[in-house]
């Protein structure tokens, strides 16, 4: 199918910030269209999400639909890669990379169901994000346009794009001043920008916004009790809760202990470096007691597979490519893996750090009448030297092997 080049009806992902308050005008000067603003509710706050819609349309939106994702977010794509462990370069938790797939999802629903011929995204040219959304409409929509006005307008600055909204009289809160730039949903909250663009200077206090400073903390210990089924959490202290009411909690009693603040300087998919300073209180909260709650259920062999696969999942979620068979596959290895993390995490909360000081699971593979250092009557110590003999035995004959060449070397 052959789309046009000027699209009558775009579906444009929409957030209410300065670049897509600008975006809903310039698509309707330059294409003549109607724009179909679409808004993802992922958990950002209900600050932002405030009077959206009249915003959209006095930015001459059409329409706008409001989808809240909350919870489809977390059990179909957070906590699945919380159960795969995986973690971009070793520390980051890929809040921002794991909610675009989900927000392109939405905004090609909205498209197809409005019948949109085009689909529009805010994210600029140096970005991640971009990648993400564009894999994910080739994926689900490869039929409509994809517009991306920052690789193609003249709009440079902050204040060019004030400018352009003001000669349009259209309402703006934004400011000439924008220290940083932060994306935020119910599993974390990104901050860059400013003064973060220099990697020598440590983050300013005015950064943060989700964690207290570890330093104030309470000076006593929280403790949490996170109760999984097949990997999911399902109950926080003994109590059932929804997958939106419980980490909402977790967010608020880590973030009071100042849990899961990470400050890195990662390499983006587009081929630069960029320093980026993060917030996952109950995201790191979380992945902890998934660690723990492994460490009983699963055997050694599936444990150091999983611990592979997750460099694996953590690529796919940062680059993008969600829908695509290589993770359908991995979730299909790690989900099936998955339903032995049945259980009970007891998490420490002090001072900025999350540790599992208790796990039960009537899973667990843990013995400790086969485990214990005092006298037991399960296991003879005389079999172990048979296996290490056995185990050590390929290093034994090369060795045996290079001492009887010396050996013959020396004859001669």
Known sequence: MTTPSHPQRIALA?????????????????????????????????????????????????????????????????????????????????????????????????????????????????????VRFESTFA???????????????????????????????????????????????????????GDLEDPWKAPPADVWMRTCDPAAAPDSPAEVTISF???????????????????????????????????IVENRLVGMKSRGVYETPGGTVLMEALRG????????????????VAHDFAKVIYEGTWFTPMREALWAGISSAARALNGDVRVRLFKGRATTVGRRSPNSLYSEAFATFGADEVYDHRHAEGFIRLFSLPSRIRTLNAMAHASHGTRR
């Open 14 to 130: 929409y957030s209410g910030g300065l670049d897509t308050s600008c975006i809903i005008p310039w698509l309707v000067e330059t294409y003549g269209c109607d724009v179909v603003a679409v808004v993802a509710d992922v958990g950002q706050g209900a600050h932002e999400l405030e009077g959206i819609e009249d915003k959209a349309r006095n930015s001459g939106a059409s329409q706008c639909i409001v989808v809240d994702l909350r919870r489809r977010f977390l059990e179909e794509f957070a906590f699945p890669m919380a159960i795969a462990g995986a973690v971009y370069e070793g520390r980051y938790l890929l809040g921002t990379s794991i909610a675009r797939p989900i927000i392109a999802q939405a905004q090609v629903d909205a498209a197809l169901t409005t019948g949109c011929d085009a689909l529009c995204h805010g994210c600029t040219g140096k970005g991640n994000d971009q």
């Open 139 to 193: 994926a689900l929509a490869p039929h409509l346009q994809v517009i991306a006005p920052w690789r193609l307008w003249n709009l440079r600055s902050r204040e060019a794009m004030l400018a352009y909204l003001a000669e349009r009289k259209i309402p703006c809160a934004a400011s000439a001043e924008k220290i940083y730039s932060r994306d935020a949903n119910i599993w974390h909250i990104s901050h860059e920008g």
């Open 229 to 263: 089924a097949a990997g999911m959490p399902v109950a926080l202290d003994g109590a059932p809760r929804d997958p939106v009411a419980l980490l909402t909690a977790l967010n608020e009693i880590a973030g009071r202990h100042g849990v899961g603040r990470v400050d």
């Open 293 to 308: 709650l492994e460490e009983l259920c699963y055997d050694r062999d599936t444990l150091h597979w999983r611990e592979r």
